[in-house]
T-cell receptor
Framework: DAEITQSPRHKITETGRQVTLACHQT?????MFWYRQDLGHGLRLIHY???????NKGEVSDGYSVSRSNTEDLPLTLESAASSQTSVYFC???????????FGQGTRLTVV | QKEVEQNSGPLSVPEGAIASLNCTYS??????FFWYRQYSGKSPELIMF????GDKEDGRFTAQLNKASQYVSLLIRDSQPSDSATYLC?????????????FGRGTSLIVHP
């Protein structure tokens, strides 16, 4: 069955370190998204991609970057982790038609 | 800024009752509307989608869309304790040839026996 997987599921890192969260989907979807979810804020869009070599900033992109070298993967990098980036991160993908987004299991990131 | 608004709740209903969840959105150009359910510590999963004005029913769930009022709702009939979760409204708008889902903050539903 097609799926979308995130790794790691949990991560503790120190302030100032670079961290990369992985997202891999086997749906063959062109669209991929990264969201963060915080209490009181819901799901907020960080970055998104419509296809290979395409990346776009979302509403809370400062301090984050993504790259899309193939259809399956959209890694999210925190350039210099800050305590404000402690959150649960969800990767999602969707097809070209205006259809639902499928979510990964989430990564809980703690920056200490 | 495209916004999706939901009452955070919690909405508490007795088992067997109808739960009514509401959502408003700001972008009149929005084209697709989704309801996701999210259990604590889990990822969101799709319950319903609706594209056209009116009602759409799927089992115990009914989604209602009124584009003129920019309003989407989800009704859950015969609510069960297993329906206790956070319900996220998502609105999709076209951008750069594809679609971006924007989520509300979610409404917490508690179904008590």
């Amino acid at each position: 069955d097609a799926e979308i997987t995130q790794s790691p599921r949990h991560k503790i890192t120190e302030t100032g370190r670079q961290v990369t969260l992985a997202c891999h989907q086997t749906w063959n979807h062109n669209n991929m998204f990264w969201y963060r979810q915080d209490l009181g804020h819901g799901l907020r869009l960080i970055h998104y991609s419509y296809g290979v070599q395409d990346t776009n900033k979302g509403e809370v992109s400062d301090g984050y970057s993504v790259s899309r070298s193939n259809t399956e993967d959209l890694p999210l990098t925190l350039e210099s982790a800050a305590s404000s980036q402690t959150s649960v991160y969800f990767c999602a993908s969707s097809g070209n038609r205006n259809t639902e987004a499928f979510f990964g299991q989430g990564t809980r990131l703690t920056v200490v | 800024q495209k916004e999706v608004e939901q009452n955070s709740g919690p909405l508490s209903v007795p088992e067997g009752a109808i739960a009514s969840l509401n959502c408003t959105y700001s972008d009149r150009g929005s084209q697709s509307f989704f309801w996701y359910r999210q259990y604590s510590g889990k990822s969101p999963e799709l319950i319903m989608f609706i594209y056209s004005n009116g009602d759409k029913e799927d089992g115990r769930f009914t989604a209602q869309l009124n584009k003129a009022s920019q309003y989407v709702s989800l009704l859950i009939r015969d609510s069960q304790p297993s329906d206790s979760a956070t319900y996220l409204c998502a609105v999709s708008h076209a951008s750069g040839g594809s679609y971006i889902p924007t989520f509300g903050r979610g409404t917490s539903l508690i179904v008590h026996p």
